[in-house]
């Protein structure tokens, strides 16, 4: 079978992706993730009385704890397929790419398991977003002088 017959059959067997509610129920978990930020940042500086760019780490480090213990508990997944790219995309899913990664080599030992593959799924977003800064703030150094 050639190679272009072969894409033809697996795209008419392949089941379609209503890519349309795929939209919709990212853009809501999305927002809804940023709602629960804000109602999580609101708590912080009303009860506990801190600034708001203290709240915010504090954030960050919730999202990050509860996206890690949820992945932990198995539950991550479940929630990745049901509500796609608006779970992934913000920090939860940076999380859990780290914590995934962490789970699947645990057995391996402390260093060969997960000191080597640590940031295996997570390694290529830290260098492209380290590369891609660079370039922005040179490109706005020649821009803005």
Not at 64 to 72: D, E, G, Q, V
Not at 112 to 127: D, H, R, W
Request: glycine residues 12%.
């Amino acid at each position: 079978m050639k190679k272009e017959d072969y894409k033809k059959l697996v795209k008419k067997v392949s089941p379609k992706e209503p890519r349309f509610r795929n939209i919709i129920v990212a853009f809501a978990t999305g927002g809804t993730i940023g709602l629960i930020g804000q109602i999580i940042i609101t708590i912080l500086t009303i009860v506990f009385g801190i600034s708001k760019i203290e709240a915010g780490g504090w954030l960050a480090l919730i999202l990050i704890f509860l996206s890690t213990l949820m992945t932990a508990l198995g539950f991550f997944d479940k929630l990745v397929t049901k509500c796609k790219c608006g779970l992934i995309i913000p920090t939860t899913g940076f999380a859990h790419s780290v914590a995934s990664s962490a789970l699947d080599y645990r057995n391996d030992g402390l260093i060969t398991g997960l000191g080597a593959n640590f940031f295996k799924l997570a390694g290529s977003v830290i260098l492209y977003g380290v590369i891609s800064s660079f370039i922005l703030v040179i490109v706005k150094v020649i821009i803005c002088g």
